[in-house]
């Protein structure tokens, strides 16, 4: 699949080290296309030493005229401080996965995952309000999936992490946006025995290639047909987690969806036109 290049093509791309696996330049461009868009998405590998270089990368998205970019790992957070305006959710989420470059030049940093998350959950039939949820991690994406999940009025949230003051961290930064949100913190995987949640979801790294052997639970606590578990590793699919949840009979799905929503609301910020979420979605495949 090639996107023709014309001297009125507009660029955005992904800025991150390395770049190289990421499949987001290929559901960009798919989406494009299918929108009849003159733009194109390109990976930016940007290394983050020495540590001018995001700062050279993030200029040069105004000098040659971007429409705007992605951020991902290693600079989803030190970006922000080369940014002109942060969005509510960047604030809140403390990251910045899409740069907008406006018309004056002004770069404004958004945070696209927590919504893309619920807008995966809501399309996969999961309406989080009020209901229990069991989060297992508390780094950057644990964060983004707390703030979506705050917003949305859940009831209680257990937060459950291997390192417990990382997960008592990210519970003051939320309680510092929403006060009322009851947030419980546990041990994981120690003390998670208790099944008294509607949706479990995993925002560790346990299961991702090529850890793919392990999961982030206790195989002696089957999941029941009650429970939604999904697990935002996508890679492999399906990751040990979501195979084991759904021979527990629970309803068992992969952050792929997510992937999809967050690049398809980038796509919205950018081109002011709703992300064409089947294409991408299909662009990637399972
Ligand atoms: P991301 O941006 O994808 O969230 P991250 O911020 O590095 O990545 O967070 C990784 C999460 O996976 C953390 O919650 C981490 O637990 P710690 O805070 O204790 O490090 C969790 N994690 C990674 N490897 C793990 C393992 N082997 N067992 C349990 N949790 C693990």
């Given at each position: 699949m090639t996107n023709d290049i014309t001297a009125h093509t507009q660029l955005v791309g992904l800025i991150g080290w390395?770049?190289?696996?990421?499949?987001?330049?290929?559901?960009?461009?798919?989406?494009?296309?299918?929108?009849?868009?003159?733009?194109?998405?390109?990976?930016?590998?940007?290394?983050?030493?020495?540590?001018?270089?995001?700062?050279?990368?993030?200029?040069?998205?105004?000098?040659?005229?971007?429409?705007?970019?992605?951020?991902?790992?290693?600079?989803?957070?030190?970006?922000?401080?080369?940014?002109?305006?942060?969005?509510?959710?960047?604030?809140?989420?403390?990251?910045?996965?899409?740069?907008?470059?406006?018309?004056?030049?002004?770069?404004?940093?958004?945070?696209?995952?927590?919504?893309?998350?619920?807008?995966?959950?809501?399309?996969?039939?999961?309406d989080p309000s009020r209901k229990r949820v069991l989060v297992l991690g508390a780094g950057g994406s644990a964060r983004a999936v707390v703030t979506g999940l705050a917003e949305m009025n859940v009831n209680a949230i257990m937060l459950a992490n291997r390192t417990v003051s990382k997960a008592e961290e990210l519970t003051s930064a939320v309680h510092e946006r929403y006060p009322d949100i009851?947030?419980?913190?546990?041990?994981?995987?120690?003390?998670?025995?208790?099944?008294?949640?509607?949706?479990?979801?995993?925002?560790?790294?346990?299961?991702?290639?090529?850890?793919?052997?392990?999961?982030?639970?206790?195989?002696?606590?089957?999941?029941?047909?009650?429970?939604?578990?999904?697990?935002?590793?996508?890679?492999?699919?399906?990751t040990l987690l979501v195979r084991f949840a759904s021979e527990c009979g629970a309803h068992a799905v992969n952050g792929k969806g997510m992937l999809v929503w967050q690049g398809a609301l980038a796509f919205e910020c950018w081109t002011g036109h709703p992300g064409p979420v089947d294409v991408m979605k299909a662009s990637i495949g399972d």
């Amino acid at each position: 699949m090639t996107n023709d290049i014309t001297a009125h093509t507009q660029l955005v791309g992904l800025i991150g080290w390395p770049v190289g696996h990421s499949i987001s330049p290929r559901m960009h461009n798919a989406a494009f296309n299918a929108s009849n868009l003159d733009w194109c998405y390109v990976p930016l590998a940007v290394p983050d030493d020495p540590p001018e270089r995001l700062a050279e990368a993030i200029h040069g998205l105004r000098a040659l005229s971007f429409r705007g970019a992605n951020v991902t790992v290693p600079h989803k957070q030190s970006v922000i401080q080369y940014l002109d305006e942060l969005t509510d959710a960047a604030q809140t989420i403390g990251a910045v996965n899409t740069i907008i470059v406006q018309k004056d030049g002004v770069l404004v940093g958004d945070n696209t995952d927590a919504r893309g998350f619920i807008a995966d959950l809501l399309a996969n039939g999961m309406d989080p309000s009020r209901k229990r949820v069991l989060v297992l991690g508390a780094g950057g994406s644990a964060r983004a999936v707390v703030t979506g999940l705050a917003e949305m009025n859940v009831n209680a949230i257990m937060l459950a992490n291997r390192t417990v003051s990382k997960a008592e961290e990210l519970t003051s930064a939320v309680h510092e946006r929403y006060p009322d949100i009851d947030i419980e913190v546990v041990n994981l995987p120690g003390d998670v025995s208790d099944l008294d949640a509607d949706l479990i979801v995993n925002c560790t790294s346990v299961g991702m290639e090529p850890d793919s052997h392990n999961m982030p639970w206790n195989r002696d606590i089957p999941f029941q047909a009650k429970h939604f578990v999904y697990d935002l590793v996508y890679n492999p699919s399906p990751t040990l987690l979501v195979r084991f949840a759904s021979e527990c009979g629970a309803h068992a799905v992969n952050g792929k969806g997510m992937l999809v929503w967050q690049g398809a609301l980038a796509f919205e910020c950018w081109t002011g036109h709703p992300g064409p979420v089947d294409v991408m979605k299909a662009s990637i495949g399972d």
